[in-house]
């Protein structure tokens, strides 16, 4: 059992930067992988990024590569998400996710055990 709490949302013009953080509670962190989702008003969540529970191996959606940076840190059972260059199409509730895994595994679906309330990104053009 795992619960998790966003944070960092707000609201940001377009080029500019966020950076987003999720809190675990639990003493076993290190054991989940862990997603960022995005879901915009109408339209279906979306994975973002993906980390594995060593930190080692990350994924991201091509529209966020070279953008968006995902890091944990397991000694305070964080998960954060960099967002840098904002487009107004990033503008959504952000969600953190768990899922228990192997150390080394990147759980790219949506088929994740734990959710966040979301956090609100809006983007000014």
């Known amino acids: 059992q795992v619960q998790l709490v966003e944070s960092g949302g707000g609201l940001v013009q377009v080029g500019g930067s966020l950076r987003l953080s999720c809190t675990a509670s639990?003493?076993?962190?290190?054991?989940?992988?862990m997603g960022w989702f995005r879901q915009a008003p109408g339209k279906e969540r979306e994975l973002v990024a993906a980390i594995s529970g060593s930190g080692m191996s990350m994924r991201y959606a091509d529209y966020v590569k070279g953008r968006f940076l995902v890091s944990r840190d397991n000694a305070k059972n964080t998960v954060s998400l960099e967002m840098n260059a904002l487009k107004p199409e990033d503008a959504a509730v952000y969600f953190c996710?768990?899922?228990?895994?192997?150390?080394?595994?990147?759980?790219?679906?949506?088929?994740?055990?734990?959710w966040g309330r979301g956090t609100q990104v809006t983007v000014s053009s």
């Open positions: 639990g003493r076993t962190f290190s054991r989940y992988a």
């Open positions: 996710a768990a899922k228990s895994a192997p150390p080394s595994l990147i759980v790219s679906s949506l088929n994740y055990d734990y």
